[in-house]
């Protein structure tokens, strides 16, 4: 559900790790004076781009800021999304290829980059676990080795998200090994992040019979329901404190819109184009809308401050696109726009410690319907 993407044609699907798998290669641009920078962009410095090709989506940080894991999906050798680790160098070596930050070099190889799913199925959202040596995702590999389909996608004449029951979450080491299974149902259960406090996992199930967020600890025991009140909720981030959620959820209100919303479950499938974001408690206690700027918000994520949440947005957009970062603060005031690339910009994530955003965009892609990941240094 996170593993969307945007193209200027639609909303694309993102989703034995060895060097013989086909991988994306990171790479770094020789283009000077921060091209790939837009002017507008004043909190961005330095914007280096880290891969080249495919649809490659939802990059999140490890605990230092050295590492990424994300999903990369090529059409072609990978049809459906797995997902991949990047290595992030920081050892003052003189690399073969680097890129100067203000406080350290980022080197790059064809061998920082690997699959570290299995190949089977198609998964989605990944999350290095505390201590970084295990990261946890959604996978469908358990129910069949193929891409999994939703039928009914044909039928409705109207964009929609599959949400595929066979999705269960899983841990696995940095050599792609699977360690435990979490979740063991025929619900869809993805979506899956750790607060900062490494205590708790957040994640998206079906298992009330609506879409909602629950959390559970790192085990997967202790499943607790957060959410309760009908219509989507997902794409959950704790705050740097742990203490809230910031998430994406849709409000059907009107009778038709129940009726919509309730048929689509039934087809297991959700309409994304009116989201708005909200926070909470972790235990779902004071529960608040951010935005009321309709159309799609989503992909949000606390600014180390706590006090803002950094988000993709289409508000001000009257074809469907593009998708924009904006900047909001928790009461809902201070809108700012991020980023301003023509077509689309999303999937932010801060580095632990507040000096670095990533994110993935169409910028610098010649043309093509290419999703890559971006790294750049923060300036408040």
Request: one cysteine or more; charged letters at 20%; proline letters at 5%.
């Amino acid at each position: 559900m996170r593993y969307f993407s945007f193209t200027p044609f639609a909303f694309i699907f993102f989703i034995s790790c060895t060097n013989q798998q086909p991988n994306p290669t990171p790479q770094t641009t020789t283009t000077e004076a921060d091209s790939l920078r837009y002017p507008e962009e004043k909190h961005l410095r330095n914007v280096t781009q880290l891969t080249f090709g495919g649809d490659n989506a939802e990059a999140y940080f490890n605990s230092n800021g050295f590492w990424l894991t994300y999903q990369f999906t090529d059409r072609k050798d990978i049809p459906c999304d797995q997902i991949f680790l990047m290595q992030l160098k920081a050892d003052g070596s003189v690399p073969t290829s680097s890129i100067q930050f203000s406080n350290f070099s980022l080197q790059f190889s064809k061998d920082t980059s690997w699959m570290v799913s299995n190949g089977k199925g198609r998964t989605t959202c990944s999350y290095f676990l505390p201590g970084d040596s295990l990261i946890l995702y959604a996978s469908t590999h358990l129910a069949a080795d193929t891409c999994p389909q939703n039928l009914f996608m044909k039928e409705v004449k109207k964009y929609v998200w599959p949400i595929f029951y066979a999705y269960e979450i899983i841990v696995a080491d940095l050599n792609g090994n699977i360690k435990k299974q979490l979740t063991s149902n025929n619900f869809y259960d993805a979506e899956a992040t750790i607060s900062p406090k490494g205590d708790r996992i957040v994640f998206t199930s079906t298992r009330s019979g609506d879409i909602e967020l629950y959390t559970m600890n790192l085990d997967g025991s202790d499943v607790k329901q957060v959410t309760n009140e009908l219509g989507y909720d997902g794409g959950a981030f704790f705050s740097p404190d742990g203490s809230k959620l910031v998430f994406r959820a849709s409000r059907p209100k009107t009778e038709e819109e129940i009726k919509n919303y309730k048929d689509l479950l039934a087809k297991g499938l959700v309409a994304p184009t009116d989201m708005e974001i909200f926070i909470c408690n972790a235990d779902g206690s004071e529960m608040k809308q951010v935005t009321t700027l309709g159309k799609a918000n989503w992909a949000p994520f606390f600014h180390p401050s706590g006090n803002k949440i950094i988000f993709c947005s289409n508000h001000q957009s009257e074809k469907g696109f593009p998708f924009h970062l904006y900047m909001i603060n928790v009461d809902g005031t201070g809108l700012e726009q991020i980023t301003f690339d023509p077509m689309f910009d999303s999937f932010p994530m801060f580095s632990p410690d507040g000096k670095y955003l990533v994110f993935c965009s169409n910028r610098n892609n010649k043309g093509t319907r290419d999703t890559n990941v971006f790294l750049a240094e923060w300036v408040e």
